[in-house]
């Protein structure tokens, strides 16, 4: 596993990095949905 990693190169990262902030406000979205 930790080899496959190392050999992502880094835009990979990158990508899901950004997926994660773009889910961000949804999920913060939700959580003031809930209250």
């Not at 190392?6 to 880094?10: F, I, R, V």
């Not at 990979?12 to 950004?18: G, H, M, Q, T, V």
């Not at 994660?20 to 949905?33: G, L, T």
């Given at each position: 596993?930790?080899w496959?990693v ?5 835009f ?7 997926a ?16």
């Open positions: 596993m930790k496959e190392s050999k992502l190169p880094p990979s990262f990158l990508e899901k990095l950004a994660a902030v773009n889910e961000m406000p949804c999920h913060i979205d939700r959580v003031k949905q809930q209250r």
